[in-house]
């Protein structure tokens, strides 16, 4: 009898989380589909504004129109973003970014010179943190992420900060590790070059708008009525006209655009987060079924013993009467 009351309790138990985990897919389906109509609202925008500036490297003597344009002869030391979550329970999402910049760190330990490279991350996020409690990095800033609604506030004083560390010499680049929506069932971990601005940077640190993409980078619109598309094999250069100047023009547009990317990654880091809570909510939900269905076949098993056993003792008693 013992034993069936602990079948019991556990069978209640599991219902018990089963049905927290069900709310919670169900609370994570309707964070995920807001959050995946804001990653499509502004993804065409971050698109196309980091094609802008990456088409400002196209011009001749490109580096001299801006600092923030201008690569570094070597480099010495990286800053990172990195895009975290604030809570557990969403899977791998945590863990396969931590994951990729390991990875990331380890193809890319010294510069040209053979010197070691030096990271650094600014994390915004509380999972963020276990990039320096597991994985020893050193944290230069913790930024609080915002659950309820994700704003371009938000991320405005990272994004000066790390450009104003590029610009007074700290960092010779600046990275962003973020998680690429690319549909519910599919996110996947990217660190992307954010400065200095650079399309034939040559790593592996381009993130779906880049060298490999190439989004908007095909074509040239000629004076006309047509649009002709030329490949960049072509040898097109680009050169472009400021007003009032390159300096004016250059110090108001490039921040803001960088500003673009990074609520950008911010955005698709959202939705990867919630569509892989829903996942998981949803696996541990059919898992809990699976488990309660077991245990209730174990149950009636031990109850059908237990009563053979009473009938067989009964029945033996009887005998013995007789």
Not at 47 to 76: D, G, M
Not at 106 to 116: D, I, R, Y
Not at 182 to 187: E, G, I, P, T
């Amino acid at each position: 009898m013992s034993n069936t009351k602990e079948i019991q309790r556990r069978i209640k138990s599991v219902t018990s989380t089963g049905k927290i985990t069900k709310a919670m897919e169900m609370v994570s389906a309707a964070k995920m589909r807001r959050a995946v109509e804001a990653v499509l609202k502004t993804r065409s925008y971050a698109n196309l504004s980091w094609t802008t500036i990456l088409n400002l490297t196209k011009s001749p003597n490109y580096h001299e129109l801006h600092p923030l344009l201008s690569p570094r002869a070597e480099v010495k030391k990286v800053a990172i973003i990195m895009f975290a979550a604030n809570r557990g329970l969403c899977g791998s999402f945590n863990s396969a970014l931590l994951n990729k910049i390991q990875d990331s760190i380890n193809k890319h330990q010294t510069n040209s010179l053979g010197e070691p490279l030096e990271h650094e991350f600014i994390v915004f996020g509380k999972k963020g943190l276990a990039v320096g409690s597991r994985l020893g990095h050193k944290i230069i800033a913790d930024f609080i992420k915002n659950d309820a609604n994700a704003r371009v506030a938000d991320i405005s004083p990272m994004a000066k900060m790390a450009t104003a560390d590029f610009l007074a010499g700290r960092y010779d680049k600046v990275l962003v590790a973020y998680t690429d929506f690319v549909n519910a069932a599919v996110q996947v971990p990217r660190i992307k070059q954010l400065l200095p601005i650079d399309l034939d940077a040559q790593d592996d640190h381009l993130g779906v708008v880049g060298k490999n993409a190439k989004v908007g980078l095909d074509k040239e619109y000629i004076k006309g009525k047509e649009t002709k598309y030329l490949k960049d094999e072509a040898g097109l250069t680009y050169d472009f006209t400021y007003e009032p100047g390159p300096a004016e023009v250059l110090d108001k547009m490039i921040p803001r655009l960088l500003e673009a990317q990074l609520f950008q990654a911010l955005l698709e880091s959202n939705a990867s987060e919630h569509s892989s809570r829903m996942a998981t909510m949803h696996q541990a939900n059919e898992s809990a079924k699976d488990l309660v269905n077991e245990l209730t076949l174990y149950y009636n098993k031990v109850r059908q013993a237990g009563i053979t056993s009473e009938i067989a003792e009964i029945a033996a008693g009887a005998n013995a009467l007789k």
